[in-house]
């Protein structure tokens, strides 16, 4: 009983009434959810003291933590699983349950703790960039590879087009062949300039469309979305 770590601490803490689970498992931890009391301070439900406590609690390794975080008046706290009770996403899973939209150039890589389908919509204008980060073996290249099997299935070669770059050497030879490969995938640090420069080059290309536009519009166009909309217009 989670509850029990707070009560032990002298902190106040019950189970929230205002959320349908208070406990939600998915492939690799699970949230925990508390609402804590009215006159406590917030601060020692996420004190270094409650963390230790529960990094003990659940055994984790070292190097790993517990997330916490607040919403709705509760705290959140998500542990990670025992490796053995981790389980993986099969893309075709996250495939069957999204539905591709016509008006946003999203792809779906991820489900989240309540198992709903997590997308990335790169025509977003708050996600013009997408940085993955982690330590060795967290499945950064996994990621990326989810994101390019999305792109090719949902997407034509007219509707994208891929420049790679693999210091690997081995990371996306499966597309190596693809019709949406605009360029071969680029190995050596020479390879990997010209590439970057072809894409520096286009987006400078398309700034100065979005700027044409919004003189000739009077409209503020900052990103894909609104320049196709008024292109479509």
Not at 12 to 26: F, H, L, Q
Not at 71 to 100: E, H
Not at 134 to 154: M, N, P, Y
């Amino acid at each position: 009983d989670i509850l029990r770590i707070f009560r032990n601490q002298n902190i106040e803490a019950s189970k929230p009434d205002n959320i349908p689970d208070v406990y939600v498992e998915g492939p690799n931890s699970v949230i925990y959810t508390i609402r804590p009391g009215e006159q406590s301070n917030p601060k020692v439900y996420e004190s270094q003291t409650i963390k230790d406590r529960l990094h003990l609690k659940f055994q984790l390794e070292e190097g790993e933590s517990v997330r916490i975080y607040k919403s709705k008046g509760n705290f959140f706290y998500d542990i990670p699983k025992a490796k053995s009770d981790r389980y993986s996403v099969q893309l075709s899973s996250l495939w069957k349950n999204w539905k591709k939209s016509d008006n946003s150039f999203a792809v779906p890589f991820a489900i989240d703790q309540q198992s709903n389908v997590v997308s990335f919509d790169f025509s977003g204008s708050t996600t013009p960039h997408l940085l993955i980060a982690g330590t060795t073996g967290s499945g950064k290249s996994w990621a990326i590879r989810a994101l390019l099997e999305g792109l090719v299935k949902f997407y034509s070669p007219s509707e994208v087009g891929l420049i790679l770059i693999d210091p690997k050497l081995v990371a996306f030879t499966k597309y190596d062949n693809s019709l949406h490969l605009l360029y071969p995938t680029a190995f050596e640090i020479s390879e990997a300039k010209e590439r970057l420069q072809i894409c520096w080059n286009e987006m400078e290309d398309r700034y100065r469309k979005f700027k044409e536009l919004g003189s000739q519009t009077g409209k503020n166009i900052v990103d894909l979305d609104s320049y196709n909309k008024h292109v479509d217009a």
